[in-house]
């Protein structure tokens, strides 16, 4: 079974600070893609990195695909409020018929004003 | 542009009864999933369809049916109803498919089983 694994699993923070979510499996994935689930709401795509090694910014958030495609970490600088919520990696591992995804279990944000 | 609409959003059902829960789409997506999360464990598959038509099972189809007459529509069946179904449910829609292309999500169906 492929397993994606999340760390942490829990973070809570000061409004400004830095934070690194790692998402790891000892699977290769052709691509691999972060979502952000915010409470009562599904998960909204925040990015899709494709090649090892590749590096994706949005606007305070940096996105790392390893370069073996065997993990992923998100970055977030100055957390905000707004950051809130529940971030997900999946993985299309590319073995599989139609590259099916597999999520990780999530890393719960909280970011205190 | 609604996306992905999902019916209920909330449902208590007894052990043994059955549901069907709705899923429309209005962005001509051929690829339509059921995924359901509980706390800590991510998302799981259940079943998914790449077109009208034609269905196939995910990582957890156990006590689920779905069916695709047409593009717009998924529903998914619960039969005999279980705690352990106990869940939130994602319908999501995907116009390339899993993995090349974004998932567009539902705002989910909490379902409680007593």
């Known amino acids: 079974t492929q397993l994606l694994e999340q760390s942490p699993q829990f973070l809570s923070i000061q409004e400004g600070e830095n934070l690194t979510v790692y998402c790891n499996s000892s699977?290769?994935?052709?691509?691999l893609q972060w979502y952000r689930q915010e409470p009562g709401e599904g998960p909204v795509l925040l990015v899709t990195?494709?090649?090892?090694?590749e590096v994706k910014k949005l606007k305070r958030l940096t996105f790392q695909f390893g370069d073996a495609r065997k993990d992923s970490s998100l970055h977030i600088t100055a957390a905000q409020p707004g950051d809130t919520g529940l971030y997900l990696c999946?993985?299309?591992?590319?073995?599989?018929?139609?590259?099916?995804?597999?999520f990780g279990q999530g890393t719960e944000l909280s970011v205190k004003p | 542009n609604a996306g992905v609409t999902q019916t209920p959003k909330f449902r208590i059902l007894k052990i043994g009864q059955s549901m069907t829960l709705q899923c429309t789409q209005d962005?001509?997506?051929?690829?339509m999933y059921w995924y359901r999360q509980d706390p800590g464990m991510g998302l799981k598959l259940i079943y998914y369809?790449?077109?009208?038509?034609?269905?196939d099972k995910g990582e957890v189809p156990n006590g689920y049916n779905v069916s695709r007459s047409t593009t717009e529509d998924f529903p998914l069946r619960l039969e005999l109803a279980a705690p352990s179904q106990t869940s939130v449910y994602f319908c999501a829609s995907s116009y390339l498919g899993e993995g090349t292309g974004e998932l567009f999500f539902g705002e989910g169906s909490r379902l409680t089983v007593l």
């Open positions: 990195v494709v090649t090892g090694g």
């Open positions: 962005m001509n997506h051929n690829y």
């Open positions: 699977s290769v994935f052709s691509s």
């Open positions: 369809s790449v077109g009208a038509g034609i269905t």
């Open positions: 999946a993985g299309a591992n590319a073995d599989n018929q139609g590259g099916k995804l597999i």
